[in-house]
């Protein structure tokens, strides 16, 4: 096993990485739900319950 001297920087550089990942993939989706002003909003509302409902329940 790989001592925690190794293990943690490497830990810490994949969560900073991670983070920062579905940080900017929230910011473009919510400049696109911006764009489309209350067309965005519905979109949004609608869309998003729907793929819920789809990936979760719809077996």
């Known amino acids: 096993m790989l001592p925690d001297i190794i293990l943690r920087?490497?830990?810490r550089t994949?969560?900073?990485i991670k983070t920062r990942l579905?940080?900017?993939?929230?910011?473009i989706l919510?400049?696109?739900?911006v764009e489309f002003r209350?067309?965005?909003?519905?979109?949004?509302?609608g869309v998003t319950p729907g793929?819920?409902?789809l990936i979760f329940f719809d077996k």
């Open 38 to 45: 209350p067309y965005g909003l519905a979109i949004a509302w």
């Open 30 to 33: 919510f400049s696109r739900i």
């Open 14 to 16: 994949e969560y900073y």
């Open 22 to 27: 579905v940080i900017l993939g929230a910011e």
């Open 51 to 53: 793929q819920t409902h």
């Open 9 to 11: 920087p490497a830990v």
